[in-house]
Every structure is written in structure tokens, then in C-alpha cells.
């Protein structure tokens, strides 16, 4: 640091030549010592600052949200991070101003400060306590964006590479459009945009094709009421139909909200001409409504605010639970055709309901529970499990009918049992 009683510097090299010659190797550490005894409690505070910002912003984050589950996002990381700067810079600039005159000191200083203790008693002698936080202001405002930040992009990052599904897939496979952007809910621009990265997606699904073993056929996930998932899904499904006509299309359809006004006017005729494709180009659709997800969620998990990732942890269950013959095989229902022929009577009656029981969110997950194979299957036939919304009567939902019913029970459990309550 140079100051008007200081040499004049060139640079870094001969700033540590001239040092080196007039003041030895010392010099080189001038200041050291109240700098390390800044950065030791500094560090301390700063971190347990952000510790108890954390859990207190994210007390009063899930109170606002009704949300037991939510994490901190990055913004509300921010402000902790910013809160935890402004502690630890208050708690510790007396420190950070003598390191400062430590630092700049000379021997044609006005002041000949002889260490760290000595330089703190003579600026409260002769400054005042005020003189110690002389440029606090300027300090703190330089502190807070740069350890807001820190804290945010850690934590960030933290998640991001010790996440659960960081290896899960291959990164070759994934397609992001050079807009970034959708199909702004239209289900023609979905569909033409889906002419112009055909090549790139099918390349994607082609090698991963020739690297099966058995190739069975393709699971497609997407929604209806939007203009990717229903225009470039509608594509997607012509295309898959076209050139793997002997393998099986199954997909999980999510259908738009029924009970609510929809803040995009023609959700209509996206779902009505993604319908027309799910009929023609799909073996098995899996409809699952944003309704009953909803209702799910609120009456069986008791979550006041249902998220994107609780609801899309429902359908990941139903997913995860419908492919357990395939993923485990037993002595029946070992594979897609024969998992699905015992549900399809008929190609076009493919649009099947899913129901799952029992429900637990994480934190009643080590609740154990006791129920029985009888238990679990009248629970699934009852409308309030099943994941499509039903607005027949009582009278009427007492006298429907199913065509087919696979019941995929996890457990330990008695083969035996299951016809004997059937009957």
C-alpha cells in the first residue's frame, strides 16, 4: 500500500526488492499478525452467521409458504450471506482498520505503532472509540454483494454436485433448444419446432437404441395442456410410431388442470390435438390430471401449498412403482408386452388410471405403519387415490366397471392371498 510518506513503486518486483533491502525479510510480513487475528474470528463469525441467518430465513420462508419441505432458493441464500457479511464485518473491522495502518506504516509515519495491542490503545487514546470504525460504511457495502455471493454459488453448487441424479443421466442425451425458449403454449409451434430438431433428437434416441440389448420400446413423458409437451410430444410420438413400428409407445400424459380457469387460452385445442395423436401413435397412455394431483397432495399429504416437485414426486412414485415387474422380475408381468396386455383389452381402449397407496412425504417416512393386502386394495378402487379427477355421482361412480385391474403390490406378501380377495 502506498501513501504520500511511502517510495514510490513500479511494481510488484521492485516493490519486494526495495523491501527486502531496506527492511529485510520482516518487512515482507508487516501487518501479518493483525490480519491473521482478523481472518480467525472474521471467518468464525461469518460462518455461524450464515448458519443462523439460514435457519431463520428458512423458519420464516416455510411459514410464509405453508410449505414444510421448501429449501432456501438462491436469492434468500443471498440475503443470509449478505446478513452473515455485515456481522462478521462489524464484529471484526477495529481489527481490519490497524491491520490497514499497520500495513501503510513507515518510518516517516506520523505514528510509530510497535504492534497490534499498541497500535488499539493509542487510536483509542488519542482518536476515540469512534475512529475504529472510521470507513465502516464503505466497507460493509464492498462486503455484502461479495459474501452474499460466495455463500450463494457454494451452496449452489454444493447441491448441484452432490445431487442424486448428477450421474444419472448421459449428458450427450440431453436437448436444449439454441433459443431457450418453448413453444409459447401453441401447439403448431411445438409441432413445427419439432420438424426442425427431428434430426437431433432421433440421433439421441437411435444410439441409445442400438446400445440395448432388448429394446422393448419407449416411455414418454410430457403434458397436454402446454405447446412443447403436446406439439413436439404429438411429433415426437408420429415419428417414434413411424420408424420403430413394432415397439411399444407408452406414455405418461399429464392432462391440464379441470377445476380452474386456465391462464392460456387455447390449452384447449393443444389437449384436443395431442388427444387425436395419444389415440393413433400411442400402445398405452397413463393419464394423470393436475386436479387430482393437487387434490392428492392437499387431502392425503396435508401440504397447504403444493410445489412443482411435490406433485412431480407423486408421478415419479407411480412411475417408479408401475415399473417394478420390469426392473424386478418375478414369475409373471416380466416385461412391457405382457404388462400391458393384461391391462388393453383392445388397442383403442389404451388410456388407463393409476392409483398408489399408502402416501408418505419424507418426514413420516420412518412412521411405520401396519396394513394388509385387503387394506391396500380397497383403498386403490376408491376415487379419492385415483390420479384422474372423476365428477360422476355417487350413484353413478357405484355402478362403473373396469374392464382390466393390474394391482402391483410391493412387500412382504402371500401370493395366495391376492385371488382369495378378488373373489
Not at 504520500?4 to 518487512?27: A, C, D, M
Not at 495491542?117 to 457495502?141: C, D, F, K, M, N
Request: some cysteine; charged content about 15%.
Amino acid at each position: 500500500v502506498q501513501n504520500p510518506h511511502s517510495i514510490k513503486y513500479n511494481g510488484t518486483v521492485q516493490g519486494l526488492k526495495y523491501i527486502w533491502r531496506t527492511e529485510g525479510f520482516r518487512g515482507l510480513f508487516k501487518g501479518n499478525g493483525a490480519n491473521c487475528a482478523r481472518i480467525v474470528p472474521n471467518s468464525a463469525v461469518k460462518f455461524f452467521s450464515y448458519e443462523q441467518a439460514s435457519k431463520g430465513i428458512l423458519y420464516l420462508y416455510r411459514q410464509q409458504t405453508g410449505n414444510d419441505d421448501a429449501q432456501l432458493t438462491p436469492l434468500l441464500r443471498l440475503g443470509a450471506g449478505a446478513c452473515a457479511g455485515i456481522i462478521a464485518m462489524s464484529a471484526t473491522y477495529p481489527m481490519d482498520m490497524v491491520r490497514g495502518r499497520l500495513t501503510v506504516q513507515t518510518d516517516k509515519s506520523p505514528y510509530q505503532y510497535r504492534g497490534m495491542v499498541h497500535a488499539l490503545s493509542t487510536v483509542l487514546r488519542q482518536e476515540g472509540p469512534r475512529a475504529l470504525y472510521r470507513g465502516w460504511l464503505p466497507s460493509v457495502i464492498g462486503v455484502v454483494p461479495y459474501v452474499g455471493l460466495n455463500f450463494a454459488v457454494y451452496e449452489s453448487l454444493k447441491d448441484w454436485l452432490n445431487g442424486d441424479y448428477r450421474n444419472l443421466y448421459n449428458h450427450e442425451n440431453i436437448f436444449v433448444a439454441d433459443h431457450g425458449g418453448g413453444a409459447g403454449n401453441n401447439w403448431a409451434s411445438g409441432y413445427h419446432q419439432g420438424k426442425g430438431v427431428e434430426e437431433e433428437i432421433m440421433d439421441m434416441i437411435d444410439r441409445e437404441a442400438d446400445g440395448s440389448d432388448s429394446l422393448e420400446g419407449f416411455v414418454l413423458c410430457h403434458s397436454i395442456a402446454g405447446g412443447t409437451g403436446s406439439g413436439m410430444g404429438s411429433y415426437l410420438l408420429e415419428t417414434l410410431n413411424d420408424r420403430y413400428s413394432k415397439k411399444l409407445v407408452q406414455t405418461y400424459s399429464v392432462f391440464p388442470n379441470q377445476m380452474e380457469t386456465s391462464d392460456v387460452v387455447v390449452q384447449p385445442y393443444n389437449s384436443l390435438l395431442t388427444l387425436k395423436r395419444l389415440t393413433l401413435n400411442a400402445d398405452c397412455v397413463v393419464v394423470l390430471d393436475n386436479t387430482a394431483l393437487t387434490r392428492i397432495a392437499v387431502e392425503r399429504l396435508h401440504l397447504t401449498n403444493p410445489t412443482f416437485a411435490q406433485t412431480n414426486s407423486l408421478v415419479s412414485t407411480v412411475m417408479s412403482a408401475s415399473t417394478t415387474t420390469l426392473r424386478y422380475p418375478g414369475y409373471m408381468n416380466n416385461d412391457l408386452v405382457g404388462l400391458l396386455a393384461s391391462l388393453i383389452p383392445t388397442p383403442r381402449c389404451h388410456f388407463l388410471m393409476t392409483g398408489y397407496t399408502p402416501l408418505t412425504v419424507e418426514r413420516q417416512a420412518n412412521v411405520i405403519r401396519k396394513t394388509t393386502v385387503l387394506d391396500v386394495m380397497r383403498r386403490l378402487l376408491q376415487p379419492k387415490n385415483v390420479m384422474v379427477s372423476s365428477y360422476a355421482r355417487n350413484k353413478e361412480a357405484s355402478q362403473a366397471k373396469y374392464i382390466s385391474i393390474l394391482n402391483i403390490i410391493q412387500g412382504e406378501v402371500d401370493p395366495t392371498q391376492v385371488p382369495t380377495l378378488l373373489v
